[in-house]
T-cell receptor
Framework: ETGVTQTPRHLVMGMTNKKSLKCEQHLGHNAMYWYKQSAKKPLELMFVYNFKEQTENNSVPSRFSPECPNSSHLFLHLHTLQPEDSALYLC????????????FGNGTRLTVT | RKEVEQDPGPFNVPEGATVAFNCTYSNSASQSFFWYRQDCRKEPKLLMSVYSSGNEDGRFTAQLNRASQYISLLIRDSKLSDSATYLCVVNYGGSQGNLIFGKGTKLSVKP
């Protein structure tokens, strides 16, 4: 299996639920990212991990909690979300944080009810 | 403020047409540039990197104009399968890098 894989593809959760999104990359990249894509808005960077260390938290509410156990895996833990958090959540990886392009996973479409 | 601006479109063109998109960026320190393609309800996929000297990949040509701070994407002989949203991405560099995405330009190629 190659590339960046995300699970689940679709997720519906209530505001009191706890769920986790999973991302795995098989490209040998050193940086991994979480992005949020809402309708009619550009992709919003949420978190960045470089060599397993979190290097950026883009003012994301604490109800989103990332975890990067190793350079190939990235999780996004979700807790007490709001309906406005419904969006497409995209994981990406890149060789490094400088000039390398991003490779995206196929995303998790999240609906919060 | 770091911004990447694109005409949202939609650009509606017939098959075989040539179409061009521009993207402007605000920070002159930008170091690298990319065009991504995103199909409806799918993830963005890298279309091509944009080099200072310009680059071409088949029917697609990307150009960079640092003086005017814009990049362009030219698609020749449009195919139905080219219908998608094209995202402009600018890396503002620095020690950690900072990728900024435009909102995208929607292209619809009609038979």
């Amino acid at each position: 299996e190659t590339g960046v894989t995300q699970t689940p593809r679709h997720l519906v959760m209530g505001m009191t639920n706890k769920k986790s999104l999973k991302c795995e990359q098989h490209l040998g990249h050193n940086a991994m990212y979480w992005y949020k894509q809402s309708a009619k808005k550009p992709l919003e960077l949420m978190f960045v991990y470089n060599f397993k260390e979190q290097t950026e938290n883009n003012s994301v509410p604490s109800r989103f909690s990332p975890e990067c156990p190793n350079s190939s895996h990235l999780f996004l833990h979700l807790h007490t979300l709001q309906p406005e958090d419904s969006a497409l959540y995209l994981c990406a990886s890149s060789q490094d944080r400088l000039n390398s392009p991003l490779h995206f996973g196929n995303g998790t479409r999240l609906t919060v009810t | 403020r770091k911004e990447v601006e694109q005409d949202p479109g939609p650009f509606n063109v017939p098959e075989g047409a040539t179409v061009a998109f521009n993207c402007t960026y605000s920070n002159s320190a930008s170091q690298s540039f990319f065009w991504y393609r995103q199909d409806c309800r799918k993830e963005p996929k890298l279309l091509m990197s944009v080099y200072s000297s310009g680059n071409e990949d088949g029917r697609f040509t990307a150009q960079l104009n640092r003086a005017s701070q814009y990049i362009s994407l030219l698609i020749r002989d449009s195919k139905l399968s080219d219908s998608a949203t094209y995202l402009c991405v600018v890396n503002y560099g620095g020690s950690q890098g900072n990728l900024i995405f435009g909102k995208g330009t929607k292209l619809s190629v009609k038979p």
